[in-house]
Structure formats: C-alpha cells, structure tokens
T-cell receptor
Framework: GAGVSQSPRYKVAKRGQDVALRCDPI?????LFWYQQALGQGPEFLTY????????KSGLPSDRFFAERPEGSVSTLKIQRTQQEDSAVYLC?????????????????FGSGTQLSVL | QQQVKQSPQSLIVQKGGISIINCAYE??????FPWYQQFPGKGPALLIA?????SEKKEGRFTISFNKSAKQFSLHIMDSQPGDSATYFC?????????????FGKGTKLTVNP
C-alpha cells in the first residue's frame, strides 16, 4: 500500500473487554513503532519492533498491553480488560531503516491511528 | 517529568505572518530534533528535522533554529498560510537503548486566519 494502514479506524469497547488493533506497515519496512496519543497530547512511545523482534516495550503502561509482529510485517496491539484510561488514539509508525543507526526516525511514517473509546 | 516542553499551547496568526513555536529539553543525550505536523484525524507527518551539529536548518518556508547551550529549539513558519493550520509537535530522540524512540512535546495548535 501507499502508506501505513491501521484498522479499525474507530473502536468502541465496554470496560473489561479485550481489543486488538492492527497495523499494516509500508511494505519492506524493518522498524515498527506503536505510540499512544491521548486527547490534546503528544504521542507517547509504547513499543518498538525490528522485524519480528520486540526490542523495546518500556512504554507499555501495564501488563494488559501486549504487542506482536510474528512475521516481521503486520503488527497487532492487544489490550486486555480495557479501562477508561485506555481511551486514546493508537498510532503505528514504520521505517525502512534499522534503529541504533542514524536515520530510523528520519524516515518514519505514521498511520492515521485507531481511536479507541472505552465506555 | 516532561522531557520536551513546548509553547505556546495555541497560536493564531494572520495570513502572511510568521508563526513561531518553541521547545526546550533537558536530556543532553538527545541528538535528533524533528518537528511533526498533524491534521485532524491523521497521523503526524515529518515536517523538518535538525541534529545538534548545526544551528539552523531551512526548508522552504520552514526553519528550525537550534540553541544547544540553552537546550532550546524553535520552528519558524514564514508567510503562514491557512493551509498551515494544524497541530505542530516538536520531538527529540537519543540513540540510548537502541530504539531511538521519539519523545514528543504536548503540541501547538496553529490557526492561520485568511
């Protein structure tokens, strides 16, 4: 595809429900990031993958959050037992370069996000 | 603790005017400072970025000014246009930890009046 694709675009969940958010990165992109953007705030880092390896999950707010990228392309962010404070836009971004080198952020492309509302 | 502080929160400028947004940081390990533009319902898009080995970078109407000693950097939008109306985020990253994750400011909502 032409860009990073995220689905669903909107998700409404009842408190306590499990949700799964999908990210299709740009084909061939090695690096994949998940960010959480609360209303009126800047994005906050959640986790990072290099191919299928999850190299950094320091931003995941609790053990209810889980991310995977089993084949090094599509990634899924799963939130178990959702809470109202989980309501936010979840952004996925991909890059063709490896991190640790100079340039991964310089070619970072964001999707439009999934807006999650927990009632 | 907010690692990147951005101001102002909102900004209204007349068409043709100069928009200036400021950011300050504390972490001296940061070595990459991008600015992102975000329209409603869309993800952030990279606008312009700078590394600390230069004090200024210009791309078209957009200029980043960087002051390493003061740990501050700013975005200047010359000849602002209504189409520039969006939310702007400064960000920073460091190579520590290997993921080069971005730390964002809280954003500035820019409105350019026609």
């Amino acid at each position: 595809g032409a860009g990073v694709s995220q689905s669903p675009r909107y998700k409404v969940a009842k408190r306590g429900q499990d949700v799964a958010l999908r990210c299709d990165p740009i084909s061939g992109h090695v690096s994949l990031f998940w960010y959480q953007q609360a209303l009126g705030q800047g994005p906050e880092f959640l986790t990072y993958f290099q191919n299928e390896a999850q190299l950094d999950k320091s931003g995941l707010p609790s053990d209810r959050f889980f991310a995977e990228r089993p084949e090094g392309s599509v990634s899924t962010l799963k939130i178990q037992r959702t809470q109202q404070e989980d309501s936010a836009v979840y952004l996925c971004a991909s890059s063709p370069t490896l991190t640790g080198g100079k340039g991964s952020n310089e070619k970072l492309f964001f999707g439009s996000g999934t807006q999650l509302s927990v009632l | 603790q907010q690692q990147v502080k951005q101001s102002p929160q909102s900004l209204i400028v007349q068409k043709g005017g100069i928009s200036i947004i400021n950011c300050a940081y504390e972490n001296t390990a940061f070595d990459y400072f991008p600015w992102y533009q975000q329209f409603p319902g869309k993800g952030p898009a990279l606008l312009i970025a700078i590394r600390p080995d230069v004090s200024e970078k210009k791309e078209g109407r957009f200029t980043i000014s960087f002051n390493k000693s003061a740990k501050q950097f700013s975005l200047h939008i010359m000849d602002s246009q209504p189409g520039d109306s969006a939310t702007y985020f400064c960000a920073a990253s460091s190579p520590q930890g290997g993921s080069e994750k971005l730390v964002f400011g809280k954003g500035t909502k820019l409105t350019v009046n026609p």
